[in-house]
């Protein structure tokens, strides 16, 4: 008997079995990064309204969502999500990289499933704060060195946390990256959510939010019941949302500056991690002019990925995960 279907300002959800419920399943929550709590309980900016449980700091450890496959005895990659994105973005990518590595994904604070504590509340969305967090949840990963891959907007973060702990990284693959100073200003569809008031409303919307963030920048056609995964944190709880406006405020303030930063040290002669970039070359959202150019200059290893856009791992995800393995199968 077909089940019975209802209607939501998300899009169509089943009495069945929820995507979103099922990759859930296959995850564990992982406590990393403290931070002081005020004890003062988070509101939403809007109403004033005092938020879930995911919004406010507990003065403890805040919960990141991660989703573990393959043997822990193997070399490690950690596969991190974009801006905004989620860990299920890389839902191809796993099955590949886990026959033979402990290959790991997450989600950022205040994206998926984990905690989406509120501005002043415990944590800014700031990019230092977010390379620290990273840095405290590779540390509870238990995770002693490590390849790590990183697609788009937070790129320049992550090539920061490896520029400080260089020792701890087997390969470091960025795909779709900032790299130029053409590439240091979000695209509209990511600045609108910056904006004051009308990005507070605008990221509330789930289908703003999700669906024409990730169909906008590249030939990715959204499947309903992908859809709803990536859904599924703004339909629950406006901490989704906010959180969403706060990172986008950040980003358009300072990625100019981590970009920079980024330039400098993939740059500098003495980097010695090995750094491949892969490049989805139908992206919208950041031009190709330059790309090749900064490969050559600072002596990275370009691929091209014709097929993909922006966020390579929903367009091209098994293609890009034999990418993936081939890259750290070579260096190691």
């Known amino acids: 008997m077909a089940t019975m279907e209802k209607e939501t300002n998300g899009g169509k959800y089943s009495d069945g079995p929820n995507p979103s419920d099922e990759w859930f399943k296959q995850g564990k929550m992982v406590k ?58 890389y839902r191809k990518v796993l099955p590949v990289l886990s026959k033979d590595y402990h290959t790991i994904t997450f989600d950022w604070l205040g994206f998926g499933f984990s905690d ?8 800014d969305y700031t990019l230092d704060e977010y390379v620290s967090s990273l840095e405290s949840l590779i540390d509870e990963l238990a995770v002693t060195k ?8 937070f790129s320049p973060v992550v090539v ?22 053409q590439h240091a200003k979000l695209p509209s569809t990511l600045s609108i959510f910056s904006n004051f008031l009308l990005g507070e409303i605008f990221s509330q919307d789930p289908l703003r939010a999700s669906d024409k963030a990730l169909t906008s920048c590249g030939p990715y056609k ?56 892969c490049w989805g070359q139908r992206d ?31 367009d091209c995800g098994e293609e890009l995960g034999q990418l993936i393995y081939g890259i750290i199968r070579k260096k190691n």
């Not at 003062?40 to 991660?66: H, N, V, Y």
């Not at 989703?67 to 490690?76: D, L, R, Y």
């Open 146 to 153: 490590v390849s790590l891959v990183v697609q788009g907007y």
């Open 222 to 277: 959204m499947k309903e019941e992908d859809a709803m995964v990536y859904r599924r944190p703004y339909l629950t709880s406006g901490s989704s949302g906010f959180a969403l406006n706060a990172i986008a405020r950040t980003m358009k303030k300072d990625l100019k500056r981590y970009v920079e930063d980024m330039q400098r040290i993939l740059n500098d002669k003495s980097w010695n991690v090995g750094t491949t970039i």
């Open 32 to 89: 990393a990064y403290s931070t002081p709590g005020t004890g003062e309980k988070a509101k939403d900016p809007i109403f004033g309204l005092t938020m879930g449980t995911s919004s406010q700091a507990t003065g403890d450890r805040f919960r990141w969502f991660c989703v573990e496959k393959g043997n822990a005895e193997n070399p490690s990659v950690i596969l991190i999500h974009g801006f905004p994105s989620q860990a299920y973005s």
């Open 116 to 123: 989406k504590p509120q501005p002043k509340y415990g944590f």
């Open 160 to 181: 920061k946390y490896a520029s400080i702990h260089p020792e701890k990284i087997n390969n470091l693959i960025l795909i779709n990256p900032p790299l130029t100073a």
């Open 284 to 314: 919208r959202w950041l031009s190709y002019d330059g790309v090749e150019d900064f490969c050559k200059g600072s002596n990275h290893k370009l691929i091209e990925v014709p097929r993909a856009g922006h966020h390579a791992q929903e």
